[in-house]
């Protein structure tokens, strides 16, 4: 087997521009690193289209065989030039290049268990993977992203949402159009607000529910929000001395909460 040793190699020159949102903007690709998350992209609805390994590795049994059996190429890089195409301290040896799905259109359907999480010009993106991974885990199917959120596809989300990336349909939609399609398929929006009136624990949540939640550092302008759109403030208590909550534990709250209710019955 061929191994890559070229930084001019036009595969090598791809992989390398996907580390920036203008290239994955560009190719509609991003990358995957690990066994981990290349698993779930194969088993997942997304196309991998190439997957790049230390000159020397080979991908074991399972993952190997899933590899094989959806026609993906593997090229070998070699080990002096496979940490130039990853964006870990210590890589993993093992690199996907997935397609983007193309946008999703429109917006979901909205049935009487419905739940959802707008993400309002979120800029970290730890916290942006990690409440992928939540969501996940919690069940929800939709996540709504508004203009001038970090990347989705990049390193650090796709890190930190474990695989959830592959499993949620991201919506990439102005705030406006959202509250708006919330409001006339009466979908409830609770907008996570430190300085909100009502406790997230009193409310009925077992409805359509959609869980609006703003940039870490100044939340969102409650001025732009119509008053036809009836947005709520919700609030988590916080009795100790911080001044607030990390936007990704306010969102694992939210959503648990709403889980329970729908679970037990309860609202």
């Avoid at 088993?43 to 590899?67: D, M, Q, W, Y």
Wanted: charged share 20%; hydrophobic share 40%; proline share 6%.
């Amino acid at each position: 087997m061929t191994v890559l040793t070229s930084r001019d190699n036009p595969l090598i020159k791809t992989v390398i521009s996907l580390q920036r949102r203008n290239g994955r903007k560009k190719h509609r690709l991003f990358l995957a690193e690990g066994p981990h998350l290349l698993e779930e992209a194969l088993r997942s609805s997304f196309k991998v289209r190439n997957v790049l390994v230390k000159e020397g590795t080979i991908c074991p049994g399972a993952l190997g065989e899933l590899i094989q059996a959806k026609g993906v190429s593997v090229t070998q890089v070699s080990a002096r030039l496979f940490p130039v195409l990853t964006e870990t301290e210590t890589p993993q040896d093992v690199l996907a290049v997935v397609e983007q799905p193309p946008e999703t259109e429109g917006f979901p359907a909205v049935g009487k268990d419905f739940c959802a999480l707008v993400l309002h010009q979120l800029q970290d993106p730890g916290n942006l993977g990690t409440i992928i991974r939540t969501a996940w885990a919690a069940g929800l199917a939709n996540l709504f992203l508004t203009p001038g959120t970090v990347d989705p596809y990049g390193g650090k989300v796709v890190r930190s949402s474990q695989g959830g990336i592959f499993h949620l349909n991201l919506y990439f939609r102005p705030l406006a159009s959202i509250l708006e399609w919330a409001c006339t398929n009466g979908v409830k929006v609770w907008a996570g607000d430190p300085r909100g009136d009502k406790l997230y624990f009193e409310q009925d949540l077992t409805g359509p529910t959609i869980f609006l939640l703003g940039n870490e550092a100044h939340g969102f302008d409650w001025t732009t929000i119509e008053p036809d759109w009836v947005v709520e403030g919700v609030r988590i208590p916080v009795p100790g001395g911080a001044e607030s909550l990390n936007v990704s534990v306010s969102a694992a709250i939210l959503i648990y909460e709403a889980l329970r209710q729908r679970l037990t019955g309860t609202g």
